[in-house]
């Protein structure tokens, strides 16, 4: 099992940006799936964006222009640069990883979005 550890979430001005990272405790190195979730209150958790080892990646179309997901396998991380931040883009970030058919959390981070 992989531990996973988001930072940099917080609270943010509308129109602010934050840069979240997610170290893992090992190398991210070989074929693998990092992605990013975020979860609203009384909402389900929905898939925010994604990256591959070979750096391809998906954004969804609500944070399409506004987020960029990155990684450093050198680092054992991933980021998601979030720019342009609305207030309905408050919730608890996770980051999850998929490795060898295996399936990694990290505990999630707050992000809020107010004035």
């Known amino acids: 099992q992989v531990q996973l550890v988001e930072s940099g979430g917080g609270l943010v001005q509308p129109g602010g940006s934050l840069r979240l990272s997610c170290a893992a405790s090992s190398s991210i190195f070989g074929v693998n799936v990092m992605a990013w979730y975020r979860q609203a209150p009384g909402k389900q958790r929905e898939l925010v964006a994604v990256?591959?080892?070979?750096?391809?990646?998906h954004v969804v179309d609500s944070v399409k222009g506004r987020f960029t997901v990155s990684r450093d396998n050198a680092r054992n991380t991933m980021y998601l640069q979030m720019n342009s931040l609305k207030a309905e883009d408050t919730a608890v970030y996770y980051c999850n990883l998929v490795l060898e058919g295996q399936i990694n959390w990290g505990q999630g981070i707050q992000v809020t979005v107010s004035s």
């Open positions: 990256i591959a080892s070979g750096g391809s990646t």
